[in-house]
C-alpha cells in the first residue's frame, strides 16, 4: 500500500542519462509484483509449461537488461521477513508456504507437471519461486542482488545513505520515511525519463524535519498502521507543523505503540551490505533461461544484448556522485 504523502512531495524530471554511470538500488519486490500482474490478451497468466510463473522473471531480466544498456548500475534488494507489525494474522502461514515448497521441489523432481500446475495456485508459493528464479538469473547477470534481513526499502535507503548507491528506484513513499536521500519514484525507458525526489528538499520545502516527517507519514497511514481515522496528508502536515510532535496534539487518538512505530523508520532493520557488480556469465543465464521456459530464438537475442550491454559498462567509468 505505502504512505500516501504525494500531495505533499514534488519530484523533479530529468532525462535518463542522468542516471549513466549510476549504481540504481531498484525495489525488487515490487517488479516482481507488478510482473504478476501482468497476464496474456486471452486472460491467462504468462507461465511455463509446469504452470510455473514466467511474467515476473520477464520483468526483472529485461528491465535489468535495458537499464544495463542504458549505462546504469542495476543492483536488485527484496523484502525479507516483515516486521511484526506488517506480518499475516495466521502465524502458520509460512509454516505452510514451506510445506508447500517441499512438495513442489518434489513433483518437479518426479516430472509430476499436473501436481506443480495445482500448487502453483498458491500466490505465495509463486511468489517464492519469482523470488528464487530473479536471485538465480541476476547473479548471472553479473548483477548485485539481496533479500533484506526485513523491509527492502529500509536496506535500499541504507544502501543510498551509505553511499553504496546513488538512488533507491521504488514508486512508494515509505522511502522517504527510512529516510532515502534520492528516491526515483518513475523511470520511463521509452520516454527515457525519471523522476526524482530529494529528501533534503522535501524537508526543506515543508519546513519541517526528518523525524516529524515520519510522525506525518504514522499519522496518515503505514504499511504497519492505519493511521488516525479522518487525518490525511494535508491535515497530518499542518498538525504536526504546528505542534512538532504527535504527542502535543490535542484531541487525538494516538497510536499506543507510538514509539515503536517510529523506531521502524528512524532506527530500520537493515545489514552492512556491500554490492559487488561481476561480468555475466553469458553462457549460464542463457542456460537458466531456457530452463525456466524462454524462447530459444529470444533467449539467443537476449545474451547477445546481455554482452554488448556489459561491454558498453566496461567503457564507462563510475560516477562518484549523483549527477
Known sequence: MGVKLAPLVSSETYHLSTLERCRLAIDGTYVIIAGLRKIRPNGVPFTNRWGEPLAPLHAVFYKTLRLMEEGIRPLFVFDGIPPQEKRARDENRLAHLQKLWREYEMAREAGDVQRVRNLFQSSGLVYRKALADAMEVLRAMGVPAMIAPSEGEAQGSYLVKASHAHALLTPDYDSLLFGCPKVVQRLDLAKKQVEIINLQEVLESLDVTYPQLVDIGILVGTDFH???????????????YKHEVIERIPGILQPEDLAQLRALFLASIVTPYIPIFLPPNVEMCGSLLAQKGFSPKRVEKA??????AFQRRSLLQETLSFP
Open 303 to 308: 545474451c547477445v544484448r546481455l554482452e554488448r
Open 226 to 240: 492505519p493511521g488516525v481515522k479522518g487525518i490525511g496528508p494535508r491535515r497530518a502536515y499542518k498538525l504536526v
